[in-house]
């Protein structure tokens, strides 16, 4: 039995229409929810850029699904900060809170003013971060200089499970490096020889916990509209690394973008009228391995789409309500906070 969740996209949809939408996903039969955490969008056609963090709270409080979150740690969030924000959620919402941590994109980060750095230097500073929050969720008091600076910080507002820290990887390069860190993977629809690849390069370095994939879909009753809401709203979004982590403002990426045709949007997005032929797709991925399937309907109305599903495409899959969301890597055995210096 597979999760099936529907994907909040704060850069497409106003975070209270996206929370009745949320609210809505529930009562339709999606048994879990997740969002983008973005400062800004990818077109300007999107047009939003709501703030997860004080969205998450909202949606929590106002639905029993549980959610997980997209963030980038070390540059435009400190991760003391993402530190403190996941044990806050985790306390108020045991085991219905998990969070993926990347690398980033550069349209997000570089508000901050400082250097962009290269991927190699993206990833190392993403592993201290990792550190510093298992550290600071464990109740350690941590200093610790390097890619990141941290001085005698201590999150006193425990969870009693630390919720889960998922890695997100569109590549095995990157699926493998955060198999010695994460408690499950996340990844975006592919074609299926990269998500197997994907999938071993994590579970061969010994990556433990779920399987995850957020897929991106586009449904109108209309084939022709179909079409024309991926192509509006998500070619900005077809291109592969490592231009799309570096492209830096929402005018780079429409003007990377002006040249994609209709068509082309299809090697990103699940594209069609039939529903039945979306169930096929998302059980295509059930059949990969995958523990928990998130749909995005990359469309900025979500209703019609989540009746739709809710009423053509949930049933033909196998749906279960999601384990507790919490670490599969133990805390540090201490009774006491203790001062940890990280190297």
Partial sequence: MTVIGFHNSHEQVHPADLLAASQHAEQVGFTAAMCSDHLTPWNPRQGESGFAWSWLGAALA?????????????????PVIVA????????????????ALGSG????EHVTGHVWPNKELRDARLRECVDVIRALLAGEEVSHDGLVAVDRAQIWTLPEQQPALIGPAVTARTAARHAEWADGLVTINQPHDVLRDVIA?????????TLTIQVHVSWDPDEDRALEIAHDQWRSNVFPPPLCWDLDTTTAFDQASEYVRPEDVTSAVRVSSDLGQHAAWLNEYVDLGFDQVYIHHVGKEQTAFLDAFGEKVLPQLDVTRPAPAVSVRPLRPQQEPQPAVLK
Avoid: K
Avoid at 84 to 99: D, E, K, N, Y
Avoid at 105 to 108: I, L, R, S
């Fill in 62 to 78: 106002t639905t029993g699904l549980p959610f997980g979150a997209v963030n980038a740690p070390g540059q435009r969030y400190h």
């Fill in 105 to 108: 994109e550069a349209m997000n």
């Fill in 84 to 99: 403190q924000a996941i044990a806050t959620l985790g306390s108020m919402f045991p085991g219905r809170f998990w969070v």
């Fill in 201 to 209: 390069a994590y579970r061969d370095n010994g990556g433990q916990g």
